[in-house]
C-alpha cells in the first residue's frame, strides 16, 4: 500500500485531456514539493513535473501539474496515443524521512 | 550528456549478499545527490535510498534501513548498493537515479536499470 494514492487507470481518447490525481497528507504532499513521473512500456521513469507545476528543459508544455492542500494533479491535454504510459506522482515525506511514491496510474488512450 | 550505467545485478540466494554500481558520467558528479530506486516485477516504484552529493548525509527506506549501505566515490564518478541479508522480497530492477541537486528528491536522469533476483 502505497503513502500517495493515485487511481490506478484513467483513459482518453486522442485530443482530450486528462488529469490524474495524487492524494497524500501533511507530512508529505501538504508541505513539501510534488514530481510527476511517466514510465513508457520496458523503459526507466522519466521526469516530466517538478516543484508542483515545473516542467524539465524540453519538456512537452502539453504536461501541467498543479498542488492544492495535500492533493496534486497531472494534467494532460491533446491527448495522444504515445502518451499510453504509467504516471506516477512522489515527494518527500517529512515523518518518514525518505521519499514516497504513489503506486502509479496506468493511462490507456483509446 | 548525463548517463548512468547500473551493474553487478544478478541471481542470488536468500540472506546472502550484493553489490551494485552505477557509473555517471556527462556532469560534474560531486555536484549532485544521488539516488536507488527499485520496480518489483509488475509493480510500482519504490525509493531505496538518497545520497547527498558529499556523502555526508544518507537516508533510507525503512524496509532496507540496517541491510542496504549507499556510499559513492566522488573521484570515481560512481555510487554503490551494498545490499546485505537479501530477501526474496527485495526482487526488483534496481535504478540509479541523479537528483536536481546536492540534496533533494527530484531524479532528472535515470539508468536502465539492473535486474535483481532473490531466490533460492
Known amino acids: 500500500q502505497s503513502v500517495l494514492t493515485q487511481p490506478p487507470s484513467a483513459s482518453g481518447t486522442p485530443g482530450q485531456r486528462v488529469t490524474i490525481s495524487c492524494s497524500g497528507s501533511n507530512s508529505n504532499i501538504g508541505i513539501n514539493y510534488v514530481c510527476w513521473y511517466q514510465q513508457l512500456p520496458g523503459t526507466a521513469p522519466k521526469l516530466l513535473i517538478y516543484?508542483?507545476?515545473q516542467r524539465p528543459s524540453g519538456g512537452p508544455d502539453r504536461f501541467s501539474g498543479s498542488k492544492s492542500g495535500t492533493s496534486a494533479s497531472l494534467a494532460i491535454s491533446g491527448l495522444r496515443s504515445e502518451d499510453e504510459a504509467y504516471y506516477y506522482c512522489a515527494t518527500w515525506d517529512d515523518s518518514l524521512s525518505g521519499v514516497v511514491f504513489g503506486g502509479g496510474t496506468k493511462l490507456t488512450v483509446l | 550528456q548525463v548517463q548512468l550505467v547500473e551493474s553487478g545485478g544478478g541471481v542470488v540466494q536468500p540472506g546472502r549478499s550484493l553489490r551494485l554500481s552505477c557509473a555517471a558520467s556527462g556532469f560534474t558528479f560531486s555536484d549532485y545527490a544521488m539516488h536507488w530506486v527499485r520496480q518489483a516485477p509488475g509493480k510500482g516504484l519504490e525509493w531505496v535510498a538518497v545520497i547527498w552529493y558529499d556523502g555526508n548525509k544518507k537516508y533510507y527506506v525503512d524496509s532496507v534501513k540496517g541491510r542496504f549501505t549507499i556510499s559513492r566515490d566522488n573521484s570515481k564518478n560512481t555510487i554503490y548498493l551494498q545490499m546485505n541479508s537479501l530477501r526474496v522480497e527485495d526482487t526488483a530492477v534496481y535504478y540509479c537515479a541523479r537528483d536536481r541537486r546536492r540534496f533533494g528528491e527530484v531524479f532528472d536522469y535515470w539508468g536502465q536499470g539492473t535486474l535483481v533476483t532473490v531466490s533460492s
Open positions: 516543484r508542483n507545476n
